[in-house]
């Protein structure tokens, strides 16, 4: 599979942004059977967990995001969303969305080291 990030972009504090992942090289189904994830890296930091969904519904969250950020997908278009609200300067980051195959449904991964495919990465800048 491969996976293009999209929709970053500047934005105030305060404000929405809503990223979205497209899948390619696979079906929908078989899309469907992705475990999938957001990821950043901010400025001189480490790569740091922002959200998972596994194959069903079940999601996962960072507590700096929780109430902030939803993620969601849509496995008929094959793609990952990530809505952003109420951002402010300590979101800002290269935004990246990955990608495991999973046989059965497990929980929602928030470990990097599982996801075997990644996405180039969107700058999301969020002004004071």
């Known amino acids: 599979v491969q996976l293009q990030a999209s929709g970053g972009g500047l934005v105030q504090a305060g404000g929405s942004l809503r990223l979205t992942c497209t899948a390619s090289?696979?079906?929908?189904?078989?899309?469907?059977?992705?475990?999938m994830g957001w990821f950043r890296q901010g400025p001189g930091k480490e790569r740091e967990f922002v959200a998972a969904?596994?194959?069903?519904?079940?999601?996962d969250y960072a507590d700096s995001v929780k109430g902030r950020f939803t993620i969601s997908r849509d496995n008929t278009k094959k793609m990952l969303f990530l809505q952003m609200n109420s951002l402010n300067p300590e979101d800002t980051a290269v935004y990246y969305c990955?990608?495991?195959?999973?046989?059965?449904?497990?929980?929602?991964?928030?470990?990097?080291?599982?996801?075997?495919?990644w996405g180039q990465g969107t700058q999301v800048t969020v002004s004071s």
């Open positions: 990955a990608a495991k195959s999973t046989i059965l449904s497990i929980p929602p991964l928030s470990d990097g080291a599982e996801y075997t495919n």
């Open positions: 969904i596994s194959r069903g519904t079940s999601t």
């Open positions: 090289g696979v079906t929908s189904g078989t899309f469907s059977r992705y475990s």
